[in-house]
């Protein structure tokens, strides 16, 4: 069970830094970063904004009912802000990210490998890495701080929804609260770990999909779908296991 | 026809390879002829594929040597190999999600410095040379059996290899099917003049098309020659794979005996 856990760590590593090493032995990369630009940037778009959106509603009101017992309706502003900023977007986000474009990438990859896609390109004498991993991973350093500013954006107004049309806190003092509260220091923390997760997640999921046909228990169809499973379960274990230890360097 | 002085382009000594203890091939030595269309025959299960994955270095073998034209394939002759071999997969091993242009067009976008012009003829000649010119838009799922094989050739040739292998190419197809794969492959390898190594189970079809046959059984060569020579070998492993349709006729024919033996007794 260890040797299995210790295993899987190097083997894991030993994917990433192969694949992020030989980002530059794929040649003609625009189109495939254009692509997965298109797999984690517009096809996630409406669950992020959808997301993002109702987080915001939420917190502004559970904020406001909460807040309004110390008589603090004014700090709304500050509260669904920094929820957003610091923990809920980059976290929220990558989860909903794991979910769409991760798990596509992990039955993409498992299908490729189970129908020997892989192993053509290799025998091509072409980087399977370089051609389906790298474009993703380099993407997803950018795509994933990008959904989180837009998580954050409409969460935001998603709290001036409840908070301030819904509940009635003035709208100016809301924003007034929100400009006042967020500090640099708390965009470099959520931007680190957007980034962070995206990358995380996005090889995970990569290398479960990339290596579907090493379960031994389960092939073909199955194989692909329990490659896809590991990926979005490992991938969100770790996304929230790095928040916690991020947080408390941060903090 | 090969030539009398025969200039060995793939050559394999004591290769070798075991999946978990089980011997799967136990020590192949074998000669493959420059410009020939050389067919290594064997029974379903006896490690054709394995032997060609480990030719092409999908399996990693466990012991042996591995020449190409005169090199020793080691980590260092791996890469320029690559470059000058081609394998056609059993399964095809299209990318479903890109056209049969885009297919046949990604080994030169990737393994060449050619701009995008010569890249999109290159591939569209090849294409044409195996009359699928219509066909370039299309995805492998939208092509037949045939169609989406003579795509994959036209893939693994686009790149001008010097030695093509392939992979059971006629698994699973009818034989008039079996005959046209089998007569493409004679048909290009000539007029492509690359060398030609094909692991199969169909006798016939290859003893036709081949200028040279090997046997493989139980994971060694237990057989290399021409196919006039294999029509007419003693071996007698050779004889029971090459007359199993004899085998089993003059099999049915005793059951139908014992049977017609039976009934009769049963009348009585």
Redesign the interface.
């Known amino acids: 069970m260890t040797l299995n856990i210790v295993g899987g760590f190097g083997d894991f590593a030993l994917f990433a830094g192969k694949s992020l090493r030989c980002v530059t032995e794929s040649k003609r990369l625009p189109p495939r970063i254009i692509r997965a630009f298109y797999e984690q940037g517009t096809v996630c778009l409406p669950v992020i904004l959808i997301v993002g959106l109702f987080t915001g509603l939420v917190l502004g009101l559970q904020g406001y009912h909460v807040l309004s017992r110390f008589g603090s309706q004014g700090l709304l502003g500050a509260l669904v802000s920094l929820s957003l900023i610091r923990e809920m977007a980059p976290v929220l986000a990558a989860l909903m990210l794991i979910g769409q474009a991760g798990s596509a990438l992990a039955a993409e990859l498992g299908m490729q490998r189970n129908t020997e896609q892989i192993v053509a390109l290799e025998t091509m004498g072409v980087s399977s890495h370089a051609y389906l991993v790298s474009p993703r991973l380099i993407v997803s350093l950018l795509s994933f701080p990008a959904q989180t500013a837009l998580f954050v954006v409409v969460g935001l107004w998603g709290g001036a929804l409840s908070g301030s049309m819904l509940l009635g806190v003035d709208s100016g003092v809301y924003w007034s609260s929100v400009e006042q509260a967020v500090e640099f220091r708390d965009l470099r923390e959520c931007f680190a770990k957007a980034a962070l997760f995206g990358l995380l997640s996005i090889t995970i999921c990569a290398w479960q999909g990339f290596h579907a046909d090493r379960c031994r228990s389960a092939t073909g169809a199955r194989g692909v779908s329990a490659a896809t499973t590991r990926g979005v379960v490992i991938a969100s274990i770790t996304v929230l296991v790095a928040d916690y230890v991020i947080t408390s360097f941060f903090i | 026809m090969i030539a009398h002085e025969e200039k060995f382009i793939l050559q394999v000594e004591g290769l070798k390879k075991s999946f978990d203890g089980r011997s799967v091939l136990g020590g192949i030595d074998l000669g493959v002829p420059a410009g020939s269309l050389f067919t290594v025959l064997g029974p379903s299960g006896t490690g054709k594929s394995v032997f060609l994955k480990c030719l ?3 399996l990693q073998p466990d012991a042996g040597r591995i020449s190409f034209d005169g090199k020793l394939l080691d980590a260092e002759g791996r ?1 320029g190999f ?2 000058r ?3 056609l ?1 059993q ?1 095809n ?4 999600s890109l056209t049969a242009l885009e297919n046949v067009a ?2 030169l ?3 060449t410095d050619f701009n995008n012009k010569e890249i999109r003829n290159r591939s569209l000649e090849a294409l044409q040379q195996l009359d699928m010119e219509d066909f370039t838009q299309h995805y492998p799922g939208q092509l037949s059996g045939g169609m989406q094989k003579r795509l994959a050739l036209a893939r693994a040739i686009v ?1 001008h290899p010097e030695l093509v292998l392939f992979d059971e190419p006629t698994a699973g197809l009818d034989p008039l099917r079996r005959n046209a794969v089998f007569a493409m492959i004679a048909k290009y390898q000539r007029r492509f003049n690359f060398t030609a190594l094909v692991v199969t189970h169909d006798v016939p079809e290859a003893l036709v098309a081949s200028d040279r046959v090997a046997l493989l059984s139980e994971g060694r060569i237990c057989f290399e020659g021409s196919p006039a020579q294999f029509s007419s070998s003693t071996n007698s492993i050779v004889h029971s794979f090459r007359d199993s349709a004899e085998a089993l006729a003059a099999s049915l024919s005793a059951i139908r005996q014992e049977d017609g033996n039976k009934n009769g007794n049963n009348s009585r």
Not at chain 2, 93 to 96: G, P, S, T, V, Y
């Open positions: 092409a270095n999908v890469a690559r470059k071999c081609s394998f997969f399964s091993a299209l990318f479903d990604l080994p976008e990737q393994t790149t």
